[in-house]
């Protein structure tokens, strides 16, 4: 069992910046995929950034790739997004979430937190 808790979300311009954290409890936090996923009102839950703790690089969806970066501290047991140039269309409820297969697959995730809100204003 894994427990995730995100921090760090807010509102703030367009352009700006924010980083998100997520801290793990439990067992073997770096065992697993670990990634980070959003919903916009209306929008089903999308894949944003994704890190495999047992090695490789982060993989990410294409509208954040050069922008969002994902970085982990197995030390500290703690995920983090670091979002530069923030863009109106990035809000949403931003969701760590821990599982294994392929890192981009909303289904192979079944450990997830309750989500921080990101609002980007014009």
């Known amino acids: 069992q894994v427990q995730l808790q995100e921090s760090g979300g807010g509102l703030v311009q367009a352009g700006g910046s924010l980083r998100l954290s997520c801290a793990a409890s439990g067992r073997a936090f770096s065992h697993y995929n670990m990634g980070w996923f959003r919903q916009a009102p209306g929008k089903e839950r999308e894949f944003v950034g994704a890190?495999?703790?047992?090695?490789?690089?982060?993989d990410y969806s294409d509208s954040v790739k050069g922008r969002f970066t994902v970085s982990a501290d197995t030390g500290k047991n703690s995920l983090y997004l670091e979002m530069n140039n923030l863009k109106p269309d990035d809000t949403a409820i931003y969701f760590c979430?821990?599982?294994?297969?392929?890192?981009?697959?909303?289904?192979?995730?079944?450990?997830w937190g309750q989500g921080t809100q990101v609002t980007v204003s014009l």
């Open positions: 979430a821990a599982g294994s297969g392929p890192l981009k697959w909303v289904k192979t995730y079944y450990y």
């Open positions: 890190i495999n703790l047992r090695g490789g690089s982060p």
